[in-house]
């Protein structure tokens, strides 16, 4: 069986209808189950105090914003390459989910920062980088809802996100590119000596799993949703045509 | 209620901030998932897509 039967809107809903409620059921359980053990169950951080707790929502959340780009940016070169309706479709079902990601970082970030670095925002390169990232986000939603005829929207969007794609990888590799500014490098790290400490280390990862659970549980519900306004929008034109009400 | 010490403000606004925006994403989803479903039962006959 090849991956792009599920490209077929009546394949992908019906495969998906008994997927979606365990889907939707992890996501809840990882992460409500996260964040309360970071919230409840685990020690202030000695240079940081309580604000540390903020980790388990800025880190996830910004994890998730460049993910959720680069998910679109896959799809929209399927649509590019192979023309699937379907992976045009799941790039529009997946920016509002990225959008209020981006915007999650955003607010926990300058509410992090505000204690720590004295300041809610500064010019710094990863955080304008984001910024951009969100700016581009809200253009990709706003080019979808302006161009009628859907494979139109479908081809510019997929171009936008291409173009945006420079800075989903900026707002990953800012710090590292520049090495300048008020943001720190990764806290995260395969290397045990530069990790975060295991005590934030597991509840984090418990989020981080959550955050992606409803990412997938959101953009498949989406994306059904989607399909089945496009089914609407050609019924409709079919019975205009025929001139049949509906 | 733990103490989260003289930061307390701040964690909780950040909690308070994100949960909301989670809250809303997945109830507007969910809302518009149910009109459209509905729209297209009307149109084509309950479970005509699967």
């Known amino acids: ?246 | 209620m733990i103490d989260l010490g003289e930061y307390a403000a701040e964690v909780i606004s950040a909690y308070a901030v994100s949960l909301v925006l989670l809250a809303l994403l997945v109830w507007v989803s969910w809302r518009r998932a149910g009109r459209v479903r509905r729209a297209l039962e009307q149109i084509e006959g309950p479970r005509a897509d699967g």
């Not at chain 1, 685990?42 to 998910?71: C, F």
């Not at chain 1, 997938?216 to 409709?236: D, F, K, N």
Request: glycine share 6%; hydrophobic share 55%.
């Open chain 1, 1 to 246: 069986m090849s991956i792009w039967e599920y490209a077929n809107p009546k394949k992908f809903i019906a495969t998906t209808t008994p997927v979606l409620p365990w889907v939707f059921a992890a996501a809840g359980l990882f992460l409500i189950g996260g964040l309360i053990w970071g919230f409840f169950f685990t020690p202030e951080d000695y240079r940081q105090g309580s604000t540390v707790k903020i980790i388990y929502l800025h880190v996830p959340s910004a994890m998730m914003a460049i993910n959720a780009w680069a998910m679109m940016l896959v799809t929209s070169l399927i649509w590019l390459v192979r023309r699937h309706h379907v992976s045009a479709l799941a790039a529009r079902a997946a920016a509002p989910v990225g959008v209020v990601m981006t915007l999650i970082a955003l607010a926990t970030g300058a509410i992090w920062g505000q204690p720590m670095w004295g300041t809610w925002w500064v010019w710094d390169p990863r955080l304008t980088s984001f910024l951009i990232l969100f700016l581009f986000y809200l253009g990709y939603i706003a080019l979808w809802e302006a161009i009628e005829d859907p494979d139109t929207a479908a081809d510019l969007t997929s171009v936008l996100c291409i173009v945006g794609s420079v800075f989903a990888v900026l707002s990953r590799y800012a710090v590292n590119f520049w090495n300048q500014g008020l943001h720190q490098g990764a806290s995260l790290s395969l290397d045990a000596e530069e990790n975060v400490a295991d005590v934030f280390w597991y509840p984090l990862l418990a989020c981080m799993a959550g955050f992606v659970l409803l990412f997938v549980a959101l953009v498949i519900l989406r994306t059904r949703t989607e399909i089945r306004a496009r089914r609407i929008l050609a019924l409709q034109a079919r019975a205009q045509r025929d001139g049949v009400q509906v």
